[in-house]
């Protein structure tokens, strides 16, 4: 038998960030402090899970915290999708922001200056005092990935991932290979659901990004 014809399609990887908690209501930095959706983030997870109905979910996967876990249900239950195996990992939690946790963004902004408060949001590997760098986050959530989720996909599994923004940043980096500077441009906006076609590597090889308008001050 040729064995091109036995071969399992990769399936979809759909990455989803919560919505809106408590704390990016408020502008402050959540880390792995465990903070529940707001009313408008319960809402919103809702219109997410609309946004990928048309979709067969196999299996979900979110952090171990709060507000990722009520998203992911919202996402589910709106869909009726209510046999859908999870599970929750902490390797896909949040960066700890250490000493910065529960301070305002704002507000810290004005005390470090543009320059600097864009290298501790966004940059590859900023010292965090008690916390991580976006590198020390990739340490564990990409072998995550590679690890537990891509054997899946092989399996032609479509598999759901709802996350934090910068666990979902250093998983992304790894599947379309941006570099550590480019890091910094990238963002994983609320409301937005990345869909992927990946290799047998976890790299890209087409994306569909679906998006739900959403305001949130975080």
Excluded at 14 to 35: C, P, Q, V, Y
Excluded at 181 to 192: K, N, R, T, W
């Amino acid at each position: 038998m040729n064995k091109s014809n036995t071969s399992t399609k990769m399936g979809k990887l759909i990455l989803a960030r919560h919505h809106e908690s408590e704390w990016n209501k408020l502008g402050k930095w959540t880390g792995r402090r465990d903070m529940h959706l707001t009313d408008y983030g319960f809402e919103k997870s809702n219109d997410m899970g609309l946004l990928i109905k048309n979709v067969r979910i196999d299996q979900a996967f979110a952090s171990m915290q709060v507000r990722t876990i009520e998203t992911l249900s919202c996402m589910l239950n709106v869909c009726e999708r209510y046999e859908v195996p999870t599970e929750h990992v902490a390797a896909l939690n949040e960066r700890d922001y250490g000493d910065y946790t529960g301070k305002n963004k704002w507000e810290m902004e004005k005390l470090l200056g543009a320059e600097e408060f864009k290298k501790l949001r966004r940059a590859w590997d900023y010292p965090v005092p008690h916390g991580e760098s976006l590198k020390m986050v990739s340490e564990r959530a990409v072998p995550f990935f590679l690890d537990h989720i891509l054997p899946l996909l092989k399996q032609g599994k479509n598999i759901l991932v709802v996350a934090h923004g910068n666990s979902l940043r250093t998983i992304v980096k790894y599947i379309e290979n941006i570099s550590d500077a480019g890091v910094a441009d990238l963002e994983f906006p609320f409301g937005a659901i990345f869909i992927y076609d990946l290799d047998d590597a976890g790299h890209l090889i087409h994306k569909e990004i679906r998006q739900e308008k959403s305001e949130v001050p975080a």
